[in-house]
Nanobody, 112 residues
Framework: QVQLVESGGGLVQPGGSLRLSCAGSGFIFSFYDINWFRQAPGKQREFVARTSSDGTTRYADSVKGRFTLSRDNTKNTVYLQMNSLKPEDTAVYLC??????WGQGTPVTVSS
């Protein structure tokens, strides 16, 4: 069974940091691009970042310079390091293996 499980969300003050994890199972992890999306209340789901199977990364303009993706294929896990968090980063963060495999999401709240 192909599965993605996110973890690491929580409540953090503006300017703080969090590291999210996305663990995959049921497929050859290293072969696939893994995406992060986020969905804030009342808003559409938006792309955050992607780590490709060749190790390259891509970021949305809104998080570039603040968020960093890495992947450990030996652990079938992708990490999203989020620094300098802003209230507008508040959302449920979901990882995705295209086209249709999604995790359950992990909530991030940035608030003082």
């Amino acid at each position: 069974q192909v599965q993605l499980v996110e973890s690491g969300g929580g409540l953090v003050q503006p300017g703080g940091s969090l590291r999210l994890s996305c663990a995959g199972s049921g497929f050859i992890f290293s072969f696939y691009d893994i995406n992060w999306f986020r969905q804030a209340p009342g808003k559409q789901r938006e792309f955050v970042a992607r780590t490709s199977s060749d190790g390259t990364t891509r970021y949305a303009d809104s998080v570039k310079g603040r968020f960093t993706l890495s992947r450990d294929n030996t652990k079938n896990t992708v990490y999203l390091q989020m620094n300098s968090l802003k209230p507008e980063d508040t959302a449920v963060y979901l990882c995705n293996k295209a086209p249709l495999t999604w995790g359950q999401g992990t909530p991030v709240t940035v608030s003082s």
